[in-house]
């Protein structure tokens, strides 16, 4: 077998050296996570404005070929409660929900972005991820944390009401609240606090009545699976259906079907960046999850193969009835918890869901909405994280004004705008940060070779010579500010006679800084004044060696500081005098 | 009089000191640079496909509120090739030639441009008109150059034609080229060979006749002058205007009119983009022709009040039957060239328009357009130069693909996508090189306490010890890079007992990076190996010690990388060697 064609198919290395061991942790793994994942799938397909099965069939096809492409042993992909909010706000705008077109639409929304994410492995384009920084990233996560709440306030109580921003969500329910179902408050209402409970109570409690670790997790994880239990038997028992609580209803018994995304022009030009959008936040989630995961087994993931194997469980979901998936946060950590070894753990699970499909349908008929609306709630505000608010004001308002930018735009224009003003505000406040450089005028540390601000040090200076230290890669973006800074720093000094420019810092000079530093140097030249430089590194120098700015260069570049300063800063003609 | 009022109102500083040498000096100027505005304004109104009387009011109220608010002494400010070509291609696209909408339109686009330019220049944000490099402003102009001269081929041709980039106009030219009218070739070609002519050879012909400079000046600068007298006369003598040849008409004689921009919100929303575009490059153009020709007389320019200063003339413009204005290239050099000496040159230039558009208009009846189309052809040919490609290749792939694309771009999809597509993609290679930074393992270069990279240089290295420069900033786009690097340096080297990262080149730390080298800190305080930092600059520092790194650091952080090397790199139980 080659070895290129083992990199971007994992399953035929890991596969190879499959045995027992890791078969029986994988099996008890995979029942761990199915028995999460139903209820789960049904929630995050109401999440995401499609019938409960699509939840199913999103959870099937991608989690077999995540398992054959990706790179993670523990990633567990399908639905997550981000992405579905992400799918249910993009459809919404080009059709309604409950339509035929709704479900293509989403089968075309995972197709464009599987096919987008498989693009990027191929190209091996992971970094492209990074433009998401951590602050754009958590800012995000709490407002989609709250917004997804807010988005289920409707099932709790029993109204209709729509809105992809808080301000519309809230003002929606607020219209319909004389339609509130007091039944579906109370079934809604006891499920969220029997959830919150078992969240915080549930494994310490049965940690002091003595139970095993592996009850106490299974039984842990299936506080979902019994409120979802107890609460489809209360609306059958009770026939509480009749006194309008929604229930899920009708749910085909069935495999995944073969389906297809809908492909005209319109609809992918409609749906194209929003799955872009899609992709790059569900691939930063994954990816952030998985490198989490496999650095407490001291394992690594490859990025770009991430991309490839998210990609093909996206195109997965489109063919088979399902909407955009990526690997989950929850899902992931149990699975990891649970001990799977393998992705082997992720097909197992995939059949148990298939198995749930055939056979377990009919039982959710009674199921209540407000129930599933009480998991995602109660999943979400998990999410929901301000102190990132704090942290972040207290080491840079830079940082901090992304944060809240991506916080208040998300809630208030919706996750799109918010995500996407979060990555624009990011990049512009870099480029506003490097605009205007950190230029420190430097001196000899006394008894060293070493040079420090002196503003901040005691050193040693000569009037004849100004040494700039420039803390910034010289670019388009800054490459006047220097012409102007020098111009005043060298008219204020009437004693200069010698600038040198220490560039211990300047990790690039691109053409419009080239043309500045030519500009910089006839002036100089003009004014009698040399300019050297110093300390430039490797690449710097090469890149410098192809202009003629060298060749013309109205003084010397020096290999360090301290030889400038032996050239320049010892006074030749006066006893050498710290300053 | 108060301070600040002066420095907005730049005319309060320099009209206090004027005298009478200055003004016999502006007035010269003024003669010679209205001679040359004349064709150029009536040249202009037609390539952004306006009345020809529109060129001639936007020189008049702009010029002279430029005067009042700007802060060159030489910048003449009017419509400008690059700007009408960019006005002609928006308002294309919401109205149609010729009718009011488009004149409108056109008012609107000036008072957008003003509003926005104005509103920059109060709050300072001048630097933004940094984020056009130098390549991608040189690869815009040639490009601009050649659409120009393309969109007046149909002019020259005698032909209708229309379109807004290259392939367009060629194909729209070949469609129509069965109703060429040979007569207007005949005056194209020879008006545009003359100017060409002119341009090359006239200045040292007069001067080997022995002609006075002043002398020189005019008759080169009256060019165009000479073609309009010269091409009006034959066509109103051979009475052309009956066989085909389209000529300039009936033009108002009229002082400029007051007129009110269109403000319904729909137009608003189509032209505000094209506005901040027009505005930017404008601007853009106009501080660099106001730089250097200030750099001459060691004068300087303030760019933010210059924000002011054209946003008036904009908003002049608009209320004054104008269209978009900037300060020209080749007007502001002949201004300087004929020795303005403040902005009253402008002033008198205003007049002395004033004067020509009630009195000289009906001379320009029998004007034929061709004639205007060659004076532009030759005057924008000027602008294309290709020599921009040869130079960024030489010196960085990167900027000379961002010089190519906007060309390409410019000249295949309209000038508007070309400059944003150049800014968009100067910014992502920007960020694509800064996301993998270099980063160099250093040692001890003999006999000094200077580090430098172990690839390029002889230097001393102990085996316990890595250290790293890292020369970029670390901030969200490459800060899981640097987790990565240290990762795969670490597991590969198991003698190494600790790490020294060298932050000479680090800039900032952003708080993406802060909590990259937070893992990075856990990750080798579980390896036992230690995290320490050198030559951290100050702002870097201080940052830092705002976070919780510096005091969960598994190190300690060195002044300089000397004192770093002496307590690790020197062995202490054998003898020290050089490696």
Same mark, same amino acid.
């Given at each position: 077998m080659s070895h290129p064609l083992r990199r971007f198919v994992p399953i035929l290395d890991w596969g190879r050296r499959y045995d027992r061991n890791a078969l029986s942790n994988d099996l008890i793994a995979a029942v761990i996570v199915t028995i999460m994942l139903i209820p789960q799938s049904l929630a995050y397909a109401l999440?995401?404005? $499609?019938?409960?099965?699509?939840?199913?069939?999103?959870?099937?096809?991608?989690?077999?070929?995540?398992?054959?492409?990706?790179?993670?042993?523990?990633?567990?992909?399908? =639905?997550?409660?981000?992405?579905?909010?992400?799918?249910?706000?993009?459809?919404?705008?080009?059709?309604? /929900?409950?339509?035929?077109?709704?479900?293509?639409?989403?089968?075309?929304?995972?197709?464009?972005?599987?096919?987008?994410?498989? $693009?990027?492995?191929? *190209?091996?384009?992971?970094?492209?991820? &990074?433009?998401?920084?951590?602050?754009?990233?958590?800012?995000?996560?709490?407002?989609?944390?709250?917004?997804?709440?807010?988005?289920?306030?409707?099932? %709790?109580?029993?109204?209709?009401?729509?809105?992809?921003?808080?301000?519309?969500?809230?003002?929606? %329910?607020?219209?319909?609240?004389?339609? %509130? &179902?007091?039944?579906?408050?109370?079934?809604?209402? $006891?499920? +969220?606090?029997?959830?919150?409970?078992?969240?915080? &109570?549930?494994? =310490?409690?049965?940690?002091?009545?003595?139970?095993?670790?592996?009850?106490?997790d299974l039984l842990a994880k299936g506080g979902p699976v019994f409120a979802v239990v107890a609460t489809t038997l209360a609306v059958w028992g009770l026939n509480l259906g009749e006194q309008g609580v929604r229930i899920v209803g009708d749910v085909p018994q069935s495999l995944p079907p073969l389906t297809l995304p809908g492909l005209s022009s319109d609809l992918i030009g409609a749906l194209l960046l929003p799955a872009i959008?899609?992709?790059?936040?569900?691939?930063?989630?994954?990816?952030?999850?998985? /490198?989490?995961?496999?650095?407490?087994?001291? /394992?690594?993931?490859?990025?770009?193969q991430e991309l490839i194997g998210l990609g093909a469980? &996206?195109?997965?979901?489109?063919?088979?009835?399902?909407?955009?998936?990526?690997?989950?946060?929850?899902?992931?950590?149990?699975?990891?918890?649970?001990?799977?070894?393998? =992705?082997?753990?992720?097909?197992?699970? +995939?059949?148990?869901?298939?198995?749930?499909?055939?056979?377990?349908?009919? $039982?959710?008929?009674?199921?209540?909405?407000?129930?599933?609306?009480?998991?995602? %709630?109660?999943?979400? *505000?998990?999410?929901?994280d301000f102190t990132i608010l704090r942290k972040t004001w207290a080491y840079s308002r830079a940082d901090f004004t992304a944060v809240a930018a991506t916080i208040l735009l998300t809630l208030g224009l919706g996750v799109e705008v918010g995500v996407a003003s979060g990555v624009a505000i990011s990049v512009l406040l870099h480029l506003y940060k490097t605009s205007s450089p950190h230029v420190a005028e430097v001196g000899l540390v006394p008894g060293t070779q070493h040079f420090r601000n002196i503003l901040r040090h005691e050193v040693e200076t000569v009037p004849a010579l100004v040494t700039l230290r420039v803390d910034e890669s010289l670019y388009f973006v800054n490459a006047r500010f220097l012409e102007d800074l020098i111009q005043s720093r060298v008219t204020a000094g009437c004693e200069v006679r010698d600038v040198v420019l220490m560039f211990s810092a300047v990790n690039e000079v691109d053409y419009s800084a080239l043309e500045s530093l030519e500009a910089i140097n006839a002036r100089l030249r003009d004014m009698g004044v040399g300019l050297h430089l110093s300390e430039v590194k490797g690449p710097v120098m090469d890149r410098l060696r192809r202009s003629h700015l060298i060749e013309a260069l109205n003084g010397e570049v020096f290999l360090s500081q301290y030889d400038a300063w032996q050239r320049f800063g010892v006074p030749k003609d006066v006893p050498q005098v710290a300053e």
């Open positions: 999440l995401a404005g $499609l019938p409960p099965e699509a939840g199913i069939y999103a959870s099937i096809a991608p989690i077999i070929l995540y398992a054959v492409f990706g790179t993670s042993r523990a990633l567990a992909v399908g =639905p997550v409660a981000v992405v579905s909010l992400l799918t249910a706000s993009t459809i919404g705008q080009v059709a309604e /929900q409950g339509t035929a077109g709704y479900a293509v639409a989403a089968l075309t929304l995972a197709f464009l972005s599987g096919a987008f994410l498989v $693009l990027l492995g191929v *190209l091996r384009l992971g970094f492209l991820a &990074n433009f998401l920084s951590h602050p754009v990233i958590a800012g995000f996560i709490t407002a989609s944390g709250i917004l997804i709440a807010a988005s289920q306030l409707k099932h %709790i109580l029993g109204v209709s009401a729509h809105g992809h921003t808080l301000p519309e969500m809230l003002l929606s %329910i607020a219209r319909h609240l004389h339609e %509130i &179902n007091w039944i579906t408050v109370g079934i809604g209402v $006891l499920a +969220a606090g029997f959830l919150f409970w078992v969240r915080a &109570n549930l494994k =310490p409690l049965l940690k002091k009545l003595g139970a095993g670790p592996l009850l106490t959008l899609i992709s790059i936040i569900g691939f930063v989630e994954s990816v952030s999850v998985a /490198q989490t995961l496999a650095a407490k087994k001291r /394992q690594r993931i490859d990025p770009d469980a &996206n195109l997965g979901a489109a063919f088979t009835g399902g909407f955009p998936v990526t690997g989950g946060f929850s899902r992931s950590v149990v699975n990891f918890d649970a001990g799977a070894e393998t =992705p082997a753990a992720g097909i197992f699970t +995939a059949v148990g869901l298939a198995v749930a499909a055939v056979a377990l349908t009919p $039982l959710v008929y009674f199921l209540p909405k407000a129930t599933l609306a009480a998991t995602i %709630i109660v999943a979400v *505000l998990s999410l929901v």
